[in-house]
C-alpha cells in the first residue's frame, strides 16, 4: 500500500532534551515536507527537500533541523525541544514536478503529535 | 506569511445540501490545490487546478478558479454526513525556479448535519 509513514504518532517530553521524528514513503517520492499544525494558525511549512542532499527552509525552520540521506526517508530533528514546538507535525511527499516552481499533489502522514514540557 | 485564505472559517449545513467554500490569495500561482481533513489526521489531496484552467470537476466536487480576482471555490454537491472536516485550500505561488513551496490556508470547518 502506497503511504506515507510517521514516527512516533505521540510524543511527551521535556524542554531540551533532543528527539527525531521519523517519516518514510514508500513511493518512489522526489519531493518531501514537513509541516506544523496550530490551532489558528493553519498549516505552516518548516523544510521540504527536492531529492537526496536537496533541503531547503520553509516558513517555520527555526529550531528544526532536517537530513536526506535516503530518497524515501526525511526526519525533521529538533536539537533542543521548547514548549514552542508543541504541535501536530506531518510530514508529506510528492512525485510530479511541473517545470520550474511548481509542486504537485501531496501525500500526508498520519501526523504526531509533540508535547513539549 | 499566509498566502491562502479560506472562507468562511465554519460552515454548517444539512444533508442534501450544497456547500460552498472560498479562497483567496494574494501572489501569482502556478496551481491551487484543495485537500480535506478529519479531525487530527493527515490531510488528503482533492483536487488541483492549474493557473490556465478555469474549472475542474471530481465527483461532487467542482472546483473554480479566478485568476484576476486571486481567488477559488470549492463546490459540494449534495453533501453527506461524511463530508465533515476541515478543508483547506494550498498555493503553489510563482517564485522562481529553487522556490518548491506549498503554502495552506487556515481552512474551512464544515458540518455536515444528518
Given at each position: 500500500?502506497?503511504?506515507?509513514?510517521?514516527?512516533?504518532?505521540?510524543?511527551?517530553?521535556?524542554?531540551?532534551?533532543?528527539?527525531?521524528?521519523?517519516?518514510?514513503?514508500?513511493?518512489?517520492?522526489?519531493?518531501?515536507?514537513?509541516?506544523?499544525?496550530?490551532?489558528?494558525?493553519?498549516?505552516?511549512?518548516?523544510?521540504?527537500?527536492?531529492?537526496?542532499?536537496?533541503?531547503?527552509?520553509?516558513?517555520?525552520?527555526?529550531?528544526?533541523?532536517?537530513?536526506?540521506?535516503?530518497?524515501?526517508?526525511?526526519?525533521?530533528?529538533?536539537?533542543?525541544?521548547?514548549?514552542?514546538?508543541?504541535?501536530?507535525?506531518?510530514?508529506?511527499?510528492?512525485?510530479?514536478?511541473?517545470?520550474?516552481?511548481?509542486?504537485?499533489?501531496?501525500?500526508?502522514?498520519?501526523?504526531?503529535?509533540?508535547?513539549?514540557? | 506569511?499566509?498566502?491562502?485564505?479560506?472562507?468562511?472559517?465554519a460552515l454548517s449545513i444539512q444533508e442534501?445540501?450544497?456547500?460552498?467554500?472560498?479562497?483567496?490569495?494574494?501572489?501569482?500561482?502556478?496551481?491551487?490545490?484543495?485537500?480535506?481533513?478529519?479531525?487530527?489526521?493527515?490531510?488528503?489531496?482533492?483536487?488541483?487546478?492549474?493557473?490556465n484552467e478555469r474549472e475542474k470537476h471530481?465527483?461532487?466536487?467542482?472546483?473554480?478558479?479566478?485568476?484576476?480576482?486571486?481567488?477559488?471555490?470549492?463546490?459540494?454537491?449534495?453533501?453527506?454526513?461524511?463530508?465533515?472536516?476541515?478543508?483547506?485550500?494550498?498555493?503553489?505561488?510563482?517564485?522562481?525556479?529553487?522556490?518548491?513551496?506549498?503554502?495552506?490556508?487556515?481552512?474551512?470547518?464544515?458540518?455536515?448535519?444528518?
Amino acid at each position: 500500500e502506497a503511504q506515507v509513514t510517521q514516527n512516533p504518532r505521540y510524543l511527551i517530553t521535556v524542554t531540551g532534551k533532543k528527539l527525531t521524528v521519523t517519516c518514510s514513503q514508500n513511493m518512489n517520492h522526489e519531493y518531501m515536507s514537513w509541516y506544523r499544525q496550530d490551532p489558528g494558525l493553519g498549516l505552516r511549512q518548516i523544510y521540504y527537500s527536492m531529492n537526496v542532499e536537496v533541503t531547503d527552509k520553509g516558513d517555520v525552520p527555526e529550531g528544526y533541523k532536517v537530513s536526506r540521506k535516503e530518497k524515501r526517508n526525511f526526519p525533521l530533528i529538533l536539537e533542543s525541544p521548547s514548549p514552542n514546538q508543541t504541535s501536530l507535525y506531518f510530514c508529506a511527499s510528492s512525485s510530479r514536478l511541473y517545470g520550474a516552481g511548481e509542486v504537485y499533489e501531496q501525500y500526508f502522514g498520519p501526523g504526531t503529535r509533540l508535547t513539549v514540557t | 506569511s499566509q498566502q491562502g485564505e479560506e472562507d468562511p472559517q465554519a460552515l454548517s449545513i444539512q444533508e442534501g445540501e450544497n456547500a460552498t467554500m472560498n479562497c483567496s490569495y494574494k501572489t501569482s500561482i502556478n496551481n491551487l490545490q484543495w485537500y480535506r481533513q478529519n479531525s487530527g489526521r493527515g490531510l488528503v489531496h482533492l483536487i488541483l487546478i492549474r493557473s490556465n484552467e478555469r474549472e475542474k470537476h471530481s465527483g461532487r466536487l467542482r472546483v473554480t478558479l479566478d485568476t484576476s480576482k486571486k481567488s477559488s471555490s470549492l463546490l459540494i454537491t449534495a453533501s453527506r454526513a461524511a463530508d465533515t472536516a476541515s478543508y483547506f485550500c494550498a498555493t503553489d505561488a510563482v517564485g522562481g525556479g529553487s522556490n518548491y513551496k506549498l503554502t495552506f490556508g487556515k481552512g474551512t470547518l464544515l458540518t455536515v448535519n444528518p
